[in-house]
DNA sequence: GGGCGGACGGGATACCCATT
DNA sequence: AATGGGTATCCCGTCCGCCC
């Protein structure tokens, strides 16, 4: 799968700008410490004592280029006062637990930075287009957080932040289905196909899904890492059919459900409303009178499935097969009959 | 008899395609 | 765009044969 290597960071292919790069040529103005370039022709120098004041000035500027250079080679990781970084517009992840990677940092550093772009309301901040997570752990311990800062779009930033995450592969379905969703408020879905790497026959049963289900069902039952679209599809049909009566809502947020993990609460909720079997209609398993175990049936709206263990019953599957034109043809003459009457 | 490893099957998910 | 369904793949539990 070819994805578009919209951050500039990756290994393979680092996005260095040449030097007459436009996007270069025309930022005059360095939104990384929020200064404009002096130029340093022969003149300035020649006030040497200009002051400490004009000194800091100049160091700032040093150090703005240093960044700017950095930045033009595709490898600027900078620190960040945490102050003035703002989350992406953009929420994908429900919150969770940190631990593991507080403990991460404090021992051996932010290893991996984070992505920002320059706020694009407010000068002087940033918005983060990845790495929620580290931010806020970061944060947590005090620390000035490493970021590498581009210029992007809001449509880069919500591609670049549903990459990370389909890298990372750590958001659970429904934290998917709903950045999905967020992201239909604002964008196409050819936005949201390329920014999350999904079909679109998948995107459209995710949007459906987080349609037919209540914002704050999802939020008791959490993330459930390991559910999926279909176990999601399963819980949207059977709440649909649920009757009034049962409150859903009210029975997730209960002390005995909260207890369980998420994954283990949605499993709960589903064994809560999935109907007792039927007392109507065919048995789960056929038997014979003398209680033989014959077949497994499932029945559904478009098809009956008939499933005979062989070891059981070494040769009643085979039977079964050469007996089934017979019994079209009985069937067939009853209908007929029936017909006829 | 107990422990181990490979084969196998079932369940669940991801991906994809056809139809409406 | 929505929906339904087929196939491939992965994971996990169970079974079975082999060895000690």
């Known amino acids: 799968m070819s994805r578009k290597d919209i951050l500039g960071v990756s290994a393979t292919v680092p996005a260095a700008p040449s030097p007459h790069d436009p996007q270069l040529a025309k930022s005059r103005t360095m939104p990384l410490l929020g200064v404009a370039r002096k130029d340093r022709d022969p003149a300035t120098k020649l006030t040497a004592n200009i002051g400490n004041a004009l000194r800091e000035q100049n160091d700032r500027v ?49 290893q991996v930075p984070i992505l920002v772009r320059p706020h694009p309301q407010q000068s002087g901040r940033y918005e983060v287009a990845f790495g929620h997570r580290r931010l806020r752990a970061v944060t947590e311990l005090g620390l000035a957080v490493k970021a590498v800062v581009r210029d992007l779009t809001d449509e880069q930033l919500v591609v670049a932040q549903g990459q990370e995450n389909n890298e990372r592969q750590d958001l659970s379905f429904i934290e998917k289905a709903r950045f999905a969703a967020r992201l239909k408020e604002r964008f196409p879905r050819d936005v949201i196909i390329s920014s999350m790497s999904v079909d679109k026959g998948d995107l459209s049963k995710m949007l459906s899904i987080i349609e037919a289900l209540p914002a704050d069902l999802i939020d008791a039952i959490g993330p459930a890492p390991g559910i999926g679209l279909r176990s999601w599809q399963e819980l949207a049909d059977l709440i649909e059919k649920a009757s009034s009566a049962d409150n859903v809502l009210e029975r997730v947020l209960s002390s005995e459900f909260q207890a369980l993990q998420s994954a283990d609460r949605f499993k709960a909720l589903i064994a809560h409303l999935k109907p007792r079997r039927l007392e109507r209609g065919l048995p789960e398993v056929m038997a014979s009178p003398a209680g033989e175990r014959l077949a497994q049936v499932k029945q559904s709206k478009a098809k009956v499935e008939i499933m005979i263990d062989r070891k059981a019953t070494p040769d009643f599957a085979a039977f079964v097969l050469e007996q089934l034109p017979t019994l079209y043809e009985a069937h067939r003459a009853k209908q007929k009959q029936k017909k006829e009457a």
């Open 62 to 110: 040093e150090r703005a280029e240093e960044i700017e250079r950095r930045l033009a080679e595709g490898q600027a990781v900078i620190d960040l006062d945490t102050n003035v970084i703002d989350p992406s517009f953009m929420q994908d992840r429900m919150p969770g637990d940190i631990d593991g990677l507080l403990a991460s940092i404090k021992e051996q550093g932010q």
